[in-house]
């Protein structure tokens, strides 16, 4: 817990560099350890070897005398004892002969048994470890020992090891020194690594702290980015991509929106500057209320298209939408529009069964109260309007195709299907669903603001479906929406 909260106010190479050297002392720290351990297990088994061969030759020179001094007196068997260099005594090995009281008999070297000053030493020794190996202290000296025991006699045999005490004290310094420079090399050529690492990430940092409306087509070079960094750069390459393509379409609404403000404004401004030029008859102020009335419904319809623009972008929540009928919904839509078609002798025909949909009834009402009128708006005189509906299913991939029979439908599809009166050439198909964009095709029937098909896109959008635009022959004008049908769980509430 304390870790995480230490990490978590750090930087991320603070961060990475405090959990590597973590990581790496632990690692030492069982070096060293494991490293000492082995070093004293190696000589401690030296060290047995030799006290064990002493041990064996002393027992040995101990048993010759004892079996050649059999028939001798005491006094002269005591004698008899003394250690020589025939009792095998190599290394520097020290030894004393004591009887089973404790009591000194002889030592090698002969000053070694002035040494002990408890003169009991060897007995308790002997009753606590008998003839397992232990370490001991003589006046500020190392030896390794061992006591041995025949029939008359005990022995303690004791190899100095002051040296290796002095080894292990100079190695475990050394070690380390060495353990700490290896730890402060890792994690200074770590620190450089993550720092080269992270070197980019400042290259990304800059780009967007550079970022403003006059600079939005800079990009990060991908080619030059590690192959971990490369993702980042690339996404970061496509937010910018979108923020550029989305501010510039802004840019160009808030054109377009202020051109569409200033002509009625303008008119309302001149109209009201002419009226009060000088006293006019009640008429004519009458007729020009009239125009002014006229125009403020342009600019009413005008902000009211531009609200549900803003409302059907910002998407609806499907908990709103309901089983919709959109046959009902067609008939009253071709009801109302029916006598401005009969006006260019325009007949509406519907094709297909006109099933219910998933989403918002006066929503879906104004798309096709949009799509009739701009159909009718382009419909060449003494022509047919068909609007016709059918069923399809979700895309499918090669591996599904195998089950694309047995899926249900998905998508109700309404196509409105008209004959142009003026052909519309490819390149301007792509426009008709733009913001404020006109045909240059003007008459009686139709003064709108371009906003028509933009919000019958939105909303299709809204809905999760799809629109899409073609003209066929440059004189057959299709506009296809894909809605959403309802789950059978919907329709059963």
């Known amino acids: 817990m304390t870790t995480t909260i230490i990490t978590g106010r750090l930087s991320l190479l603070w961060r990475t560099l405090f959990l590597l050297t973590l990581f790496v002392a632990f690692t030492q720290i069982g070096l060293y350890l494991w490293i000492q351990r082995s070093v004293t297990g190696h000589l401690e088994q030296m060290d047995a070897e030799i006290l064990t061969h002493a041990a064996t030759n002393l027992h040995q020179y101990m048993m010759n005398n004892a079996n050649a001094s059999a028939a001798v007196t005491p006094q002269q068997n005591t004698k008899s004892i003394l250690l020589s260099?025939?009792?095998?005594?190599?290394?520097?090995?020290?030894?004393?002969?004591?009887?089973?009281?404790?009591?000194?008999?002889?030592?090698?070297?002969?000053?070694?048994?002035?040494?002990?000053?408890?003169?009991?030493?060897?007995?308790?020794?002997?009753?606590?470890?008998?003839?397992?190996?232990?370490?001991?202290?003589?006046?500020?000296?190392?030896?390794?020992?061992?006591?041995?025991?025949?029939?008359?006699?005990?022995?303690?045999?004791?190899?100095?090891?002051?040296?290796?005490?002095?080894?292990?004290?100079?190695?475990?310094?050394?070690?380390?020194?060495?353990?700490?420079?290896?730890t402060f090399i890792l994690v200074s050529v770590a620190a450089f690594s993550v720092h080269l690492g992270f070197a980019p990430l400042s290259t990304i940092r800059q780009k967007m702290r550079n970022i403003n409306a006059e600079q939005l087509n800079d990009r990060i070079i991908v080619s030059k980015m590690p192959r971990e960094l490369k993702p980042l750069a690339q996404a970061y390459n496509a937010m910018m991509t979108n923020l550029e393509r989305n501010f510039e379409a802004l840019s160009r609404f808030s054109d377009d929106i202020a051109h569409e403000l200033r002509t009625p404004l303008a008119t309302l401004t001149t109209q009201t500057q002419v009226m009060l030029n000088k006293p006019r008859a009640l008429h004519e102020y009458v007729e020009q209320l009239h125009h002014q009335h006229d125009t403020l419904a342009q600019l009413s319809v005008l902000v009211n298209n531009m609200l549900l623009l803003a409302k059907t972008e910002k998407g609806l929540h499907d908990s709103h939408f309901i089983p919709v009928d959109t046959d009902g919904i067609m008939d009253k839509v071709i009801d109302y529009y029916d006598f401005i078609a009969e006006d260019k002798d325009i007949a509406f025909k519907k094709i297909g069964h006109f099933h219910h949909v998933l989403g918002d009834d006066s929503l879906l009402q104004r798309s096709f109260a949009n799509l009739i009128s701009n159909a009718i708006y382009y419909a060449a005189e003494h022509s047919e309007i068909i609007i016709k509906a059918?069923?399809?299913?979700?895309?499918?991939?090669?591996?599904?195709?195998?089950?694309?029979?047995?899926?249900?439908?998905?998508?109700?599809?309404?196509?409105?299907?008209?004959?142009?009166?003026?052909?519309?050439?490819?390149?301007?198909?792509?426009?008709?669903?733009?913001?404020?964009?006109?045909?240059?095709?003007?008459?009686?029937?139709?003064?709108?603001?371009?906003?028509?098909?933009?919000?019958?896109?939105?909303?299709?959008?809204?809905?999760?479906?799809?629109?899409?635009?073609?003209?066929?022959?440059?004189?057959?004008?299709?506009?296809?929406?894909?809605?959403?049908?309802?789950?059978?769980?919907?329709?059963?509430?």
Request: aromatic letters at 8%.
């Open 85 to 182: 260099h025939e009792a095998g005594l190599d290394y520097d090995v020290k030894a004393v002969i004591t009887d089973h009281q404790g009591k000194p008999i002889s030592s090698s070297p002969t000053g070694f048994l002035s040494q002990l000053h408890n003169k009991g030493l060897v007995k308790d020794l002997w009753e606590k470890y008998h003839n397992e190996q232990f370490d001991l202290t003589i006046d500020h000296r190392f030896y390794r020992a061992i006591i041995i025991k025949n029939s008359t006699h005990l022995a303690l045999i004791a190899l100095p090891v002051d040296i290796h005490h002095q080894y292990l004290h100079r190695f475990n310094r050394q070690l380390i020194l060495l353990l700490l420079a290896t």
């Open 390 to 493: 059918n069923l399809i299913e979700k895309s499918t991939d090669n591996r599904n195709k195998k089950n694309a029979a047995l899926s249900k439908p998905a998508f109700l599809e309404i196509t409105f299907c008209n004959r142009l009166d003026d052909p519309i050439e490819p390149k301007d198909v792509a426009k008709l669903s733009e913001r404020f964009y006109r045909h240059h095709k003007q008459n009686q029937f139709h003064s709108g603001t371009g906003l028509g098909l933009s919000i019958v896109q939105s909303i299709v959008n809204a809905h999760n479906g799809k629109m899409s635009i073609q003209v066929n022959d440059k004189i057959f004008f299709e506009v296809s929406i894909q809605l959403p049908l309802p789950q059978a769980s919907t329709l059963s509430k």
